[in-house]
């Protein structure tokens, strides 16, 4: 099934253009969309998706919404929450909805201010973690199963190996519903294979986030790494390819069976995106690009606040 992200407004995109954005995906061949209540697009996106419907492009049980929410944790926020995101997308069900973190802050009510973020009402100050268990929310996700509000839960786990590998299978011990998503940060710099092993084990399907990894120089203790877009590794893997380097990175993951969810509001791009199936990376060019990996993560909470340090 074709994936697609949605553009985040607070990465200078205007909703309108999240709109159009789904809209054009939806139109080239994506099936999955994949969004998050701290966007602040449900609305726009939802309008997308009904645009597609209403012109016959298709129909509702032709699309899969990936939704994911971050925030609303505690046993008694979780169906509200749930229920005010499907108002805001137009529909009647998600059929997936994925646990955003495993880290529970402290409950922001949508009529006061929403999206939530992670930050307080200045702005700066974040959000206490509240004392809600993990168990205690998956426990309201899967009577959300029950009442038809979503077809399938997911956790976005962006654990690190052993911790992952504990907590889930923590999880695993007392679910009535198990996860059939894990959503997890994946690029050649981060390749996490132990992790992915370990989902596959368990029969949980892999999707990965910001496979085109770091857009600029990052320095990572004596290591510099680079964009991919510019590392003679990646380039000489598209080069022999005839493909460009973001379809060699994302083929890198599909051959891997693993799902991606590239984002882009171009829809040329959107095209070239959805073309980086129809050929076949060799042993030596996955090696080449699994070797790569430095352990950089992009997306770490403990960035925000050494309390929400997951990867700890």
Request: glycine share 6%; proline share 4%.
């Amino acid at each position: 099934m074709a994936t697609v992200a949605l553009p985040r407004t607070g990465q200078k995109i205007d909703n309108a253009t999240c709109a159009d954005t789904v809209y054009n995906a939806i139109k080239l061949g994506y099936r999955l969309l994949d969004g998050a209540a701290d966007y602040g697009n449900e609305k726009e996106a939802g309008q997308g998706v009904r645009r597609a419907i209403d012109e016959g492009l298709i129909k509702r049980e032709d699309i899969c919404t990936f939704h994911i929410w971050n925030t609303n944790h505690a046993y008694e926020h979780v169906k509200s929450a749930c229920k005010k995101q499907l108002a805001d997308w137009g529909l009647e069900y998600f059929d997936l909805l994925h646990v955003h973190f495993p880290i529970a802050l402290e409950y922001v009510d949508p009529a006061h201010r929403y999206p939530p973020a992670w930050w307080g009402d200045d702005g700066k100050t974040v959000t206490l973690p509240e004392k809600t268990s993990l168990r205690e929310t998956w426990k309201a996700m899967e009577e959300l199963v029950d009442e038809g509000l979503t077809e399938n839960i997911g956790i976005r786990l962006v654990v690190l190996r052993n911790c992952a590998g504990a907590l889930l299978n923590d999880l695993l011990q007392y679910t009535r519903i198990a996860p059939q998503v894990l959503q997890i940060e994946l690029h050649p710099y981060l390749s996490q294979d132990n992790y992915i092993a370990l989902a596959k084990e368990l029969g949980i399907v892999v999707t990965a986030y910001s496979s085109f990894g770091p857009q600029g120089y990052y320095e990572l203790g004596v290591k510099g790494v680079r964009s991919f877009f510019e590392h003679d590794t990646v380039l000489s893997v598209a080069k022999a390819n005839n493909k460009t380097p973001a379809q060699v990175l994302l083929r890198w993951a599909t051959q891997r069976d693993i799902v991606v969810i590239p984002k882009s509001t171009r829809p040329e791009i959107l095209s070239e995106n959805l073309n980086s199936t129809n050929f076949d990376l060799s042993e030596e060019d996955m090696k080449a690009l699994g070797s790569l990996n430095v352990n950089l993560r992009l997306n770490d909470p403990r960035e925000i606040d050494p309390r929400l340090a997951i990867f700890a």
